[in-house]
């Protein structure tokens, strides 16, 4: 399998996400039409939902742009040996991928700084496929470094690359109410009923069900929790903006307004590296 190839299928693969993505949008206007006095809310979140892919576009072309150089000459550099493009690679590297996902997904929430920017996912009351492409600006850089072993593993930068995009496009579909419960898949892969369960706020669903293709990850490290009544969407604390710069920045005033407040170097890395809702001397409570 030449670059060219993986290219092309890598391409493939996000067109048949995007058109399934763009029929389920089909369906859920549909019906929001006909919800009558909400549609104009609903309407309203989708389009701030929309308006944080302006930062993140912007700052992501020259992010991912440099980050993919960077792992070319970090693989040439201090990689002697990497795996041919094959049917097997490439199987092996979305199973990586995915894996990895699940890992710099579940620390974005217990690291403060990092939720800064994974929370603008968390922060609509709604949850419609727009929801998918609702961004923090920086979100970007985290998933480069979090994707950075598997150069030193032996995977092609390329490869990885294509991993990355594969475990992104999938979950172009699991942001909806549309798609009801689907029996043995909710065991194994990462659904819309699976992911409603991220999406809640309510403590039984608080930081669960991290998984990106797979849901399996979740069940191996603890952190699965099956759908049960419908989530309350949103953040945990009473964040419900249609603002676009409040929705993009959300949680820094907060951040920045603790790091001022604290009274040791301690405490600021506290702050900067310790889950949402920490406090010196106490427990975080998530009260993001």
Known sequence: MTSETLAQLSTQIDDVFFVLGALILLIEIAETLFKGSHKGRTFAE????????????????????????AFFMLSDAFVPWVMPITWWSVALVVLAADIVYYWEHRIAHQVRLLWTQHAVH???????????????????????????????????????????????????WIHTETIGRLGPLDRIFNTPSNHRVHHGSDD????????????????????????????????????????????WFSELPGL?????????????????????????GHSPDRSE
């Open 122 to 172: 968390h922060s609509s009351r709604d949850y419609n496929i727009i929801t998918g492409i609702r961004f923090g600006p920086l979100e970007g850089l985290w998933s480069l470094i979090a994707h950075l072993p598997l150069v030193f593993v032996g995977f092609p930068p390329q490869l990885i690359f294509f991993g990355l995009v594969v475990v992104l496009a999938y979950q172009t």
């Open 204 to 247: 039984k669903y608080l930081d669960r069900n991290y998984g990106g293709i797979l849901i399996v990850w979740d069940r191996l490290w603890g952190t699965f929790q099956a759908e049960e009544e419908t989530p309350r969407y949103g953040l945990k604390r009473d964040f419900d903006s249609r603002n676009p710069l409040r929705v």
């Open 256 to 280: 920045m307004r603790d790091v001022k407040s604290a009274q040791t170097w301690g405490d600021v890395w506290g702050y900067l590296v310790k889950a949402p809702g920490w406090k010196p």
């Open 46 to 69: 989708m389009l701030v939902s929309a308006s944080t892919q302006i930062p993140s576009i912007l700052v992501e072309v020259t992010i991912l742009t440099a980050g993919y150089g």
